[in-house]
T-cell receptor, first 114, second 111 residues
Framework: GESVGLHLPTLSVQEGDNSIINCAYSNSASDYFIWYKQESGKGPQFIIDIRSNMDKRQGQRVTVLLNKTVKHLSLQIAATQPGDSAVYFCAENRASGNTGKLIFGQGTTLQVKP | DVKVTQSSRYLVKRTGEKVFLECVQDMDHENMFWYRQDPGLGLRLIYFSYDVKMKEKGDIPEGYSVSREKKERFSLILESASTNQTSMYLC??????????FGSGTRLTVV
C-alpha cells in the first residue's frame, strides 16, 4: 500500500532540548497534513495540522513546517519533556481521487532522556 | 470534543471464533475506518465506510467484514479468528476533510 515516509524510526533527545521529527511525502497533490502522537497502549491523538497553502503553523510548544518544493514535513517540539515520549505519525490527505482516507507514515519513536 | 469509543480495550479469543469489535462515535461523522497496527508495519487500513450501509475495502480486508447499520456505529467482524489476526485494532472517524479522531484501540489476542 501507499505510505508517507519518515526519515528515522527512533529519535532520542535530552529533556529540555528541542526535537525535530521529519516526514517525506510523495504526492504533490496532497493538500492537508496532520501529525499524531501515540503513547504506549493508546490510540493516536491529533497534535497539529497544516494545509498546503501554508508553510508554517504553530501550536503550544509544537510547530509544523511544510516544504512543498521538496515534499517535506517536519514537527518541531520545543523544550522536550518526558511526557513527549511517544510514537509520532505524519499523515497526508490527497486532494485528487480522495475517498476520505489519510495516508500514514510508519512512525518515529521519540525517546526523551532525563 | 469528538469521542470515538471502542467497546473493549483487551480481548482474548480462540482460533475459529467469530469476533465482533465495536466502535461508536458521537459527532455525526460520515467517514469511519478500521485499522490494524503491528510493530514495523504501521497502520494498515482494513475497511472504511463513508455512509450508512456503505463500505469499502482497504488494503488488507481478507478475513474481515464490517457492518454500518447506523451512522454512529461501525463494527469490525472477524469471521473465523486466526492467530495472525492478533493485533491492535484502531477505529477512527472523520468529518469531511479534517483529521481523524481515533479510539483508544482494542488489543486482540487470538490463541
Amino acid at each position: 500500500g501507499e505510505s508517507v515516509g519518515l526519515h528515522l524510526p527512533t529519535l532520542s533527545v535530552q529533556e529540555g532540548d528541542n526535537s525535530i521529527i521529519n516526514c517525506a511525502y510523495s504526492n504533490s497533490a496532497s493538500d492537508y497534513f496532520i501529525w499524531y502522537k501515540q503513547e504506549s497502549g493508546k490510540g493516536p491523538q491529533f497534535i497539529i495540522d497544516i494545509r498546503s497553502n501554508m508553510d508554517k503553523r504553530q501550536g503550544q510548544r509544537v510547530t509544523v513546517l511544510l516544504n512543498k518544493t521538496v515534499k517535506h514535513l517536519s514537527l518541531q517540539i520545543a523544550a522536550t519533556q518526558p511526557g513527549d515520549s511517544a510514537v509520532y505519525f505524519c499523515a497526508e490527505n490527497r486532494a485528487s481521487g480522495n475517498t476520505g482516507k489519510l495516508i500514514f507514515g510508519q512512525g518515529t519513536t521519540l525517546q526523551v532522556k532525563p | 470534543d469528538v469521542k470515538v469509543t471502542q467497546s473493549s480495550r483487551y480481548l482474548v479469543k480462540r482460533t475459529g471464533e467469530k469476533v465482533f469489535l465495536e466502535c461508536v462515535q458521537d459527532m455525526d461523522h460520515e467517514n469511519m475506518f478500521w485499522y490494524r497496527q503491528d510493530p514495523g508495519l504501521g497502520l494498515r487500513l482494513i475497511y472504511f465506510s463513508y455512509d450508512v450501509k456503505m463500505k469499502e475495502k482497504g488494503d488488507i480486508p481478507e478475513g474481515y467484514s464490517v457492518s454500518r447499520e447506523k451512522k454512529e456505529r461501525f463494527s469490525l467482524i472477524l469471521e473465523s479468528a486466526s492467530t495472525n489476526q492478533t493485533s491492535m485494532y484502531l477505529c477512527a472517524s472523520r468529518l469531511g476533510n479534517l483529521g481523524y479522531t481515533f479510539g483508544s484501540g482494542t488489543r486482540l489476542t487470538v490463541v
